[in-house]
């Protein structure tokens, strides 16, 4: 019973802080990332950017963006 409390007042707790943060696309995820050539993206490093695991490691991450026409891009990831 315990845990089932605890597992509702996380995912309140989640669902707030994505109401508060007001993303542009709240439905966003990593299966929808745009892998073209020109973004030059690594899913292998997009893959360890997931995990999370740079935060244990208190490890800091670098993200270049280019500003556009549409908006802010993200260019670039260095862990």
């Not at 989640?14 to 973004?39: F, M, Q, V």
Request: charged share 30%; hydrophobic share 40%; with cysteine.
């Amino acid at each position: 019973m315990r845990r089932q409390q605890h597992i509702a007042r996380d995912q309140r707790r989640i669902g707030r802080l994505l109401r508060e943060a007001k993303l542009r696309i709240p439905s966003a995820c990593l299966e929808d990332i745009d892998y073209a050539p020109k973004r030059e993206f690594d899913r292998a490093q997009i893959r360890q950017l997931s995990s999370g695991r740079w935060i244990a490691d208190h490890a800091n991450v670098l993200m270049i963006c280019v500003i556009t026409m549409g908006g802010l891009r993200i260019r670039d990831f260095h862990l």
